[in-house]
């Protein structure tokens, strides 16, 4: 079955069909999926009962994988998985305290030299209300900008670093997650507020 695509009603993601994430990708699978990634911005595999491992195997499919700096929230015997919840000890959680509370936007990886290219989330356990994992697009953010403004931004840079969500975390009163430790001391990365990174592939 060939690689599908249905948009949803959104400004990003889409739906995939012709996949199965128990199963490694063959060439053409992995060409349309990147393609996919790289138009839709999310990608959604509904359906799909798969272990940690095949998640892992599929996963390395697509690129060198990365460990999360949370030592104590990687899955024993497969680092590569970053282990995010309220139901583990210590939690992991970048919920607000409240849905009044601000949410913590972020693109993962952005505090390291190398940035991640993507993140594949699995969910194991969902309430039965609430707990949404949301994305935004800011493609669409920043073209909906007016041209001084983009002009504004386009000159800025930012840092980038553990410090600031360490902060928001207590904030929202996750002492505990706030107080993991990282394999790596604290590092501050400044990049470009407006960034235009390359294709998924040349």
Not at 8 to 18: F, H, K, L, N, R
Not at 74 to 103: A, C, M, Y
Not at 172 to 192: C, F, L, M, S, W
């Amino acid at each position: 079955m060939a690689v599908r695509f249905i948009p949803c009603e959104s400004v990003i993601g889409a739906e995939v069909e012709g996949v199965s994430l128990r199963q490694l990708p063959d060439e053409a699978s992995i060409e349309a999926v990147e393609d996919g990634l790289e138009h839709y911005g999310v990608l959604i595999f509904r359906d799909q009962e798969i272990t940690p491992k095949e998640q892992v195997a599929w996963s390395r499919a697509l690129g060198p994988l990365a460990l999360t700096q949370r030592v104590s929230a990687r899955l024993p015997h497969l680092p590569e998985i970053f282990i995010v919840g309220n139901t583990i000890d210590p939690p992991v959680t970048f919920s607000p305290k409240t849905e009044k509370d601000d949410l913590e936007w972020h693109a993962d990886h952005m505090h390291h030299e190398v940035t991640a290219r993507a993140s594949m989330l699995v969910a194991k356990a969902t309430p039965s209300r609430g707990g949404d994992t949301l994305f935004a697009c800011m493609y669409s953010a920043y073209d909906h900008l007016s041209p001084a403004q983009q002009a504004a931004y386009e000159n800025l840079r930012v840092v980038h670093s553990v410090s600031g969500l360490r902060a928001y975390l207590r904030g929202q009163g996750h002492e505990a997650t706030a107080n993991q430790p990282y394999e790596k001391p604290d590092i501050a990365v400044a990049r470009p507020l407006v960034r235009r990174p390359p294709a998924l592939r040349p």
